[in-house]
């Protein structure tokens, strides 16, 4: 088990924004309070979850299975910088991905560590999003033309010569594959990682020179028991020279008389691609498909200064403390020393660069001697591996107890008692898959919880919330396509269609049921409306066709349904025109109609004017009159008094997108509507004057989703008007009249469906099939 444990100053951020609303009932499992926002952007599972301050702010580092690394602003939700990558391998041209993550403070600054499945580990700068440099291993401390020089080795396999005293690379090698003695010279061999033949070259350390010449194998011999490479000449002869035969066991060239004989009697095999010569002297064959093989004095030497790349996340000792190396990230970059202060319990109490190599280190880098290497990753992150392990994360609490949370085996994160173990409360549960990895913080003081699933998905908790509690109830099995709200025998309602194709009522103040569901409809209900007929109420109901659908809740029979006309009902709203109840539908065909429901008849002649399909419709009294307010594919909004069927003044423009829904409500006791647009903002309108009341809301991510206007509640500030608008599993609110966030947004389990206000500022909410009520939090 492996434990990580962050914080977070007081007063990082702002002041969390207080938790606007509250469930009064719902009818499955209650939403969990403490759940914050969701942070999408990965395109697969979530292994790994990280947390630092960054200027004052709360970050998140995620890394992915999609082979990313992102970095977000806890408190918004919003990524920093554009996602990262660890290397993309130059034959497969796939990215490698990333293990883990990890953060700490390098010379003062944030930074975040990542582990790569290429066993590489990078350093990224929090503040800017950019690479701070790759980790190395210390190979040796040696002098090479006079300097001291380290050699250092990448999880690439790139050999990098570092002057001592200046801290900049004096050499790279990529490939690297073993370091030998050549005639008195340090060579570094390299291997072709991207040839089918493996070719190998010899470079000299000192002055980076290739010494080695590659030619090609034209034929394999075996003669006598020995076995010869025939090759076209060195590189560089005169054209027509004649071949060369190498004893492969040896390295030499062969005589002449014995090169005429084995050409003339010699047995050809095969395998045998190039050859790798130096100073007349053949070292190395590259053969097909296989390890290069390595001949003569570079055969042993090479075996025993063999560079294992798998070994790159060893640490290396400095005056007796363990460090680590850091290659910069950019070609010139500089070799830096990290020192790993520990513990005793192999977990870093703190990462900071020392200083460059240079500056006159007098004190030798020695590696650590294989057997008590320590893992780099280790130290980093306080995990043996970086996967497999069951996450633990502890935080403060907010009454000064310190809580823990651990990953299970179900998939849920289990929040416990650090002194007792015991657990705290329900499990953290939300993820639809498993969670992998759980991280800590604290934000304006409170504990927070990051947790990284399966779903793709970072999740955050706020752990000084409770769970809600109420008992569950049961309604609809299929998706809560719509609802509205009304009054049943004096008792305010909710109703709610779902796509069980069933309609049901509820009790606004007890949550429970108040009539048998009516089932049966046909096809899915995309609008609906309460309008009272003759002292009892009816539900009218639009879906994919021209038709309404009337329907007695109490008795559960449908009524005979109403053709419109129109093409397609998309949008339906109630008024009373002259004392009598109708209902305004939003048509496919571009006209808005007036009904009457007692005799199931239009009111008038289609309202015409919009140049596309209506899409939404509200309704509102305007200096006495009713009027109805429409928004269109056609980017206008609209507004028609009912009475004699004319549209008032000018369209109200502004959006540059269809407009997508309309509402509602009174702004300082004047009637004004609400417009939302697929250009994803929300116009404020005053209908008297037929302006806009200042300048578009931004911030609304998903124009399509369900959206209300409603009041706060009690408290300061009570009565003004805030539209809520559903976004994924998100319910988020903006004040009408500042345009900005109204509160913290509310988080439930599934996306949301439908919204409808209430009385008092609530809001009702389906979620999946649940419906659910919820209420000012100051209520």
């Given at each position: 088990?492996?434990?990580t444990s962050?914080?977070a100053?007081?007063d990082v951020?702002?002041?969390?924004?207080d938790?606007?609303?509250?469930?009064?009932w719902?009818?499955?499992?209650?939403?969990?309070?403490?759940r914050?926002r969701?942070?999408?952007?990965?395109?697969?599972?979530v292994?790994?979850?990280a947390?630092?301050?960054v200027?004052?702010?709360a970050?998140?580092v995620?890394g992915?299975r999609?082979?990313?690394?992102?970095?977000w602003d806890?408190?918004?939700?919003?990524q920093m910088?554009?996602?990262?990558t660890?290397r993309?391998?130059?034959?497969?041209?796939?990215?490698?991905g990333?293990?883990?993550v990890a953060?700490?403070?390098?010379?003062?600054?944030?930074?975040a560590?990542?582990l790569?499945?290429d066993?590489?580990?990078?350093?990224?700068?929090?503040?800017?999003?950019?690479?701070a440099?790759?980790?190395?291993r210390?190979?040796?401390?040696?002098?090479l033309e006079?300097?001291?020089?380290?050699?250092?080795?990448?999880?690439?396999?790139?050999l990098?010569a570092?002057?001592?005293?200046?801290?900049?690379r004096?050499?790279?090698?990529?490939?690297a594959?073993?370091?030998?003695?050549?005639?008195?010279r340090?060579?570094?061999l390299?291997v072709?990682?991207?040839a089918v033949?493996r070719?190998?070259?010899?470079?000299?350390?000192g002055?980076?020179?290739?010494?080695?010449?590659?030619v090609e194998?034209?034929?394999?011999?075996t003669l006598?028991g020995?076995?010869?490479a025939v090759t076209?000449?060195e590189?560089?002869?005169?054209?027509?020279?004649?071949?060369?035969?190498w004893?492969l066991?040896?390295g030499?060239?062969?005589p002449?008389?014995?090169a005429?004989?084995?050409?003339?009697?010699?047995?050809?095999?095969?395998?045998?691609?190039t050859?790798t010569?130096?100073?007349?002297r053949?070292?190395?064959?590259g053969l097909?498909g296989?390890?290069?093989r390595?001949?003569?004095?570079?055969?042993l030497?090479?075996?025993?200064?063999?560079?294992?790349r798998?070994?790159?996340?060893e640490?290396?000792?400095?005056?007796g403390r363990t460090?680590?190396?850091?290659?910069?990230?950019?070609?010139?970059?500089?070799?830096?020393?990290?020192?790993?202060a520990?513990?005793?319990?192999?977990r870093?109490t703190?990462?900071?660069?020392?200083?460059s190599?240079?500056?006159g280190?007098?004190a030798?880098?020695?590696?650590?001697e294989?057997?008590?290497?320590g893992?780099?990753?280790?130290?980093?992150?306080?995990?043996?591996t970086g996967?497999?392990?069951?996450p633990?994360?502890v935080?403060?609490?907010?009454?000064?107890d310190?809580?823990?949370?651990?990953?299970?085996?179900?998939?849920?994160?289990?929040?416990?008692?650090?002194?007792?173990?015991?657990?705290g409360?329900?499990?953290l549960?939300g993820?639809?898959?498993?969670?992998?990895?759980?991280?800590t913080?604290?934000?304006?003081?409170?504990?927070?919880?990051?947790?990284?699933?399966?779903?793709?998905?970072?999740r955050?908790?706020?752990?000084?919330?409770?769970?809600g509690?109420?008992?569950?109830?049961?309604?609809?099995?299929?998706?809560?396509c719509?609802?509205?709200t009304g009054?049943l025998?004096?008792?305010p309602v909710?109703?709610?269609?779902?796509?069980?194709?069933?309609?049901?009522?509820w009790d606004?103040?007890?949550?429970?049921?108040?009539?048998?569901?009516?089932?049966?409809?046909?096809?899915?209900?995309t609008?609906?409306v309460?309008?009272?007929?003759?002292?009892?109420?009816?539900?009218?109901?639009?879906?994919?066709?021209?038709a309404l659908?009337?329907?007695d809740?109490v008795?559960?029979h449908?009524h005979?349904?109403?053709?419109?006309g129109?093409?397609?009902v998309?949008?339906?709203a109630?008024a009373?025109?002259t004392?009598?109840?109708?209902?305004?539908t939003?048509g496919?065909?571009?006209?808005?109609?007036?009904?009457?429901?007692?005799?199931?008849?239009?009111?008038?002649?289609?309202l015409t004017g919009?140049?596309s399909?209506?899409?939404?419709v509200?309704?509102?009294?305007?200096?006495g009159?009713p009027?109805?307010?429409?928004?269109?594919?056609?980017?206008?909004?609209?507004?028609?008094?009912?009475?004699?069927?004319?549209?008032?003044?000018?369209p109200?423009?502004?959006?540059?997108d269809?407009?997508t829904s309309?509402?509602?409500?009174?702004?300082?006791?004047?009637?004004?509507?609400?417009s939302?647009?697929?250009d994803?903002?929300?116009?404020l309108?005053?209908l008297?004057a037929m302006?806009?009341?200042?300048?578009?809301?931004?911030?609304?991510a998903?124009?399509?989703g369900p959206?209300?206007?409603?009041?706060?509640?009690?408290?300061?500030g009570a009565?003004?008007?805030?539209?809520?608008?559903?976004q994924?599993?998100?319910?988020r609110?903006w004040?009408?009249?500042t345009?900005?966030?109204?509160?913290d947004?509310?988080?439930?389990?599934?996306?949301?469906?439908?919204l409808?206000a209430?009385p008092?500022g609530?809001?009702?909410?389906?979620?999946?099939?649940?419906?659910a009520?919820?209420?000012?939090?100051a209520?």
């Amino acid at each position: 088990m492996s434990e990580t444990s962050a914080g977070a100053p007081d007063d990082v951020n702002a002041p969390l924004p207080d938790q606007r609303w509250t469930v009064q009932w719902a009818d499955g499992p209650v939403p969990d309070h403490r759940r914050l926002r969701s942070l999408t952007g990965h395109s697969a599972p979530v292994r790994s979850v990280a947390t630092a301050v960054v200027d004052g702010r709360a970050v998140v580092v995620s890394g992915s299975r999609d082979t990313t690394v992102r970095f977000w602003d806890l408190a918004t939700g919003e990524q920093m910088h554009a996602p990262v990558t660890g290397r993309t391998d130059p034959v497969s041209s796939m990215t490698t991905g990333v293990l883990s993550v990890a953060t700490a403070e390098a010379d003062g600054r944030p930074v975040a560590l990542t582990l790569h499945e290429d066993d590489s580990v990078l350093a990224w700068d929090l503040a800017t999003g950019r690479a701070a440099g790759e980790f190395v291993r210390l190979v040796e401390s040696t002098v090479l033309e006079g300097r001291r020089v380290l050699l250092t080795l990448g999880a690439d396999g790139t050999l990098g010569a570092w002057d001592l005293l200046t801290g900049s690379r004096v050499g790279a090698f990529p490939s690297a594959a073993g370091l030998a003695v050549l005639e008195g010279r340090r060579v570094v061999l390299t291997v072709d990682d991207i040839a089918v033949d493996r070719t190998v070259r010899v470079w000299d350390l000192g002055t980076g020179e290739q010494l080695a010449r590659s030619v090609e194998v034209e034929r394999t011999l075996t003669l006598d028991g020995r076995v010869l490479a025939v090759t076209a000449g060195e590189a560089g002869t005169a054209a027509g020279a004649e071949p060369r035969l190498w004893d492969l066991a040896t390295g030499e060239p062969a005589p002449a008389p014995a090169a005429a004989a084995a050409l003339s009697q010699g047995t050809e095999v095969g395998g045998v691609s190039t050859a790798t010569v130096v100073h007349g002297r053949l070292v190395a064959v590259g053969l097909d498909g296989e390890e290069p093989r390595f001949i003569g004095p570079l055969a042993l030497a090479r075996q025993n200064g063999a560079l294992a790349r798998h070994r790159a996340r060893e640490t290396a000792l400095l005056d007796g403390r363990t460090v680590a190396l850091t290659a910069g990230a950019d070609e010139d970059g500089t070799l830096r020393i990290w020192d790993l202060a520990d513990d005793g319990q192999q977990r870093v109490t703190g990462i900071r660069v020392i200083r460059s190599v240079g500056a006159g280190e007098a004190a030798p880098v020695l590696p650590h001697e294989p057997e008590r290497a320590g893992d780099l990753w280790q130290r980093l992150s306080g995990r043996p591996t970086g996967t497999g392990n069951a996450p633990v994360a502890v935080v403060g609490g907010s009454g000064g107890d310190r809580i823990a949370l651990t990953v299970e085996a179900d998939g849920t994160v289990t929040v416990r008692d650090r002194a007792t173990g015991r657990p705290g409360g329900p499990p953290l549960t939300g993820h639809t898959g498993k969670v992998h990895d759980v991280a800590t913080t604290a934000l304006a003081g409170r504990p927070v919880a990051v947790t990284a699933g399966a779903d793709h998905t970072i999740r955050t908790w706020d752990l000084t919330h409770v769970q809600g509690d109420g008992p569950p109830r049961s309604g609809h099995t299929g998706t809560v396509c719509a609802l509205t709200t009304g009054v049943l025998d004096g008792t305010p309602v909710a109703v709610t269609a779902g796509a069980d194709h069933a309609v049901r009522v509820w009790d606004l103040a007890a949550g429970r049921q108040v009539t048998a569901p009516v089932t049966g409809l046909e096809g899915e209900v995309t609008a609906m409306v309460t309008v009272v007929v003759d002292g009892r109420m009816l539900v009218v109901t639009a879906g994919c066709g021209d038709a309404l659908g009337l329907l007695d809740p109490v008795g559960g029979h449908p009524h005979e349904s109403v053709t419109t006309g129109q093409g397609r009902v998309l949008a339906l709203a109630t008024a009373t025109l002259t004392g009598r109840p109708v209902l305004v539908t939003a048509g496919a065909d571009r006209t808005v109609a007036v009904w009457d429901p007692a005799t199931r008849r239009a009111v008038g002649e289609p309202l015409t004017g919009h140049s596309s399909r209506v899409t939404s419709v509200a309704t509102v009294e305007l200096a006495g009159r009713p009027v109805a307010v429409t928004g269109s594919w056609d980017k206008t909004v609209r507004v028609w008094d009912l009475a004699d069927g004319r549209q008032i003044g000018e369209p109200l423009t502004g959006h540059t997108d269809w407009v997508t829904s309309v509402a509602t409500v009174l702004v300082d006791g004047r009637p004004a509507a609400v417009s939302r647009s697929r250009d994803k903002t929300v116009c404020l309108w005053d209908l008297a004057a037929m302006r806009q009341i200042g300048g578009a809301r931004t911030g609304h991510a998903d124009p399509n989703g369900p959206m209300a206007v409603t009041g706060t509640g009690t408290g300061a500030g009570a009565g003004l008007p805030v539209v809520a608008v559903g976004q994924g599993q998100t319910v988020r609110c903006w004040d009408l009249v500042t345009g900005d966030e109204a509160g913290d947004e509310y988080v439930l389990p599934l996306a949301v469906g439908a919204l409808g206000a209430a009385p008092g500022g609530r809001l009702v909410v389906g979620f999946g099939p649940e419906v659910a009520l919820l209420r000012p939090a100051a209520d």
